[in-house]
Nanobody, 123 residues
């Protein structure tokens, strides 16, 4: 059974940092595109960052220069380092895995999803 389990969310002041982790079990994601998405109340789910099996990364314009996505294929884990957090970053953050190695920000293209971890940034 495939499971993606996020951790590391919490409440921080604006300007603070958090590091999200995603533990993957049930399959080896070494050859899959992985990504982080987020969804704020009343808004659609949006792509935050993606990473190919080879380490190529893409970021939403709103997080460029502040967030860093990484993966450890030996541990089957995905990470999101979030720095200089803003209140607009408040959302539920989801880890996702896509079939195949190419990446996109289209949520429908991602087949496996975690349950999410809440990030709240106060001003």
């Amino acid at each position: 059974q495939v499971q993606l389990v996020e951790s590391g969310g919490g409440s921080v002041q604006a300007g603070g940092s958090l590091r999200l982790s995603c533990a993957i079990s049930g399959f080896t994601a070494n050859y899959n595109c992985m990504g982080w998405f987020r969804q704020a109340p009343g808004k659609e789910r949006e792509g935050v960052a993606t990473i190919t099996p080879y380490g190529s990364t893409s970021y939403a314009d709103s997080v460029k220069g502040r967030f860093t996505i990484s993966r450890d294929n030996t541990k089957n884990r995905l990470y999101l380092q979030m720095d200089a957090l803003k209140p607009d970053d408040t959302a539920m953050y989801y880890c996702a895995a896509k079939t195949g190695s190419s990446c996109s920000f289209v949520a429908a293209a991602f087949f496996w999803w975690g349950q999410g971890t809440q990030v709240t940034v106060s001003s």
